[in-house]
């Protein structure tokens, strides 16, 4: 079987060189050509092997295991393992990136600030990350220790024994110390705040914002706008009513999401 793939693949990479300026050759479905003036298809063994050149791009494929495409700009795109791979290729970026869904994760791109940053991962164990400029070094060995950066809403995320302890920090300047993740933590930085999850939490930034939550997610109430005129008041006792003040404007619910009203007359 290999040997007779290694053959389509060579007669479609040299047969289609000494076409005539417009041609066919149709011996369905065993082998297909088509040539005119700035356009090459070829097909074998009823479309499972199939190579294309139109308009600078060159595409060839061997269904449904390898699909590939070279561009005008010299990118390059690729899908194998019946989709479950992909890999892309970007020089104008220094960008190429390859994924083997969902166990492996290589990606390397020239920042615009230009900075080369490059991030790998290999689940579920194994993950990390470089830079030329050494800012987002890093390296993680589930669950035993690690670091991580940028990680979902996080900018950074370091861990011992997780769930045991973590300590994350977010681009807000936020750093969030975890004892049991996510039952118990102490944040700090741009506010205050901890929690006891799901029994009790609270957070604060002064002047501007405070909220808590008793048994979660039951009770919730908040603050926002502390530094305005006319701040924001709601609270929540999920999923029975809530309700949302803000100067003239009111806003309650009933039974959420079925019933709500809300009103501002000021402006009618």
């Not at 791009?57 to 019946?82: C, I, M, Y």
């Not at 470089?130 to 809403?153: I, T």
């Not at 005129?229 to 999920?238: A, E, M, T, V």
Request: with cysteine.
């Amino acid at each position: 079987m290999a040997r007779l793939l290694g053959s389509i693949v060579l007669l479609l990479l040299t047969g289609s060189g000494c076409a005539s300026p417009s041609s066919e050759i149709n011996l369905a479905p065993l082998y297909l050509r088509s040539t005119v003036p700035g356009v090459q298809r070829t097909e074998a063994l009823g479309g499972l092997a199939r190579f294309e050149e139109a308009g600078g791009h060159t595409r060839w494929a061997l269904n449904p295991l390898l699909w590939r495409e070279r561009r005008p700009d010299g990118s390059l795109q690729a899908d194998f393992a019946v989709l479950l791979g992909r890999y892309e290729h970007d020089p104008e970026r220094n960008r190429t990136r390859t994924r083997i869904f969902p166990l492996y994760l290589f990606e390397t791109e020239r920042r615009p600030d230009g900075v080369q940053d490059t991030d790998w991962l290999l689940l579920p164990f194994f993950a990390g990350g470089s830079s030329s400029d050494k800012e987002e070094d890093y390296f993680a060995f589930f669950p035993l220790w690690g670091r991580l950066k940028n990680v979902l809403a996080w900018e950074e995320v370091n861990f011992v024994m997780f769930p045991l302890w973590a300590h994350t920090r977010k681009q807000t300047g936020t750093q969030t110390t975890h004892w049991f993740w996510p039952f118990f933590g102490y944040s700090r930085g741009r506010g205050e705040g901890w929690h006891l999850w799901p029994f009790f939490g609270e957070w604060e930034v002064p002047g501007r914002e405070r909220s808590s939550y008793l048994l979660w997610p039951f009770w919730n109430q908040s603050e926002t706008d502390l530094d305005k005129p006319h701040p924001r008041k709601s609270w929540f006792l999920f999923p029975f009513y809530g309700r949302i003040e803000q100067d003239d404007y009111t806003a309650s619910t009933w039974l959420w999401p079925f019933l709500g009203r809300a009103e501002r007359p000021s402006t009618g």
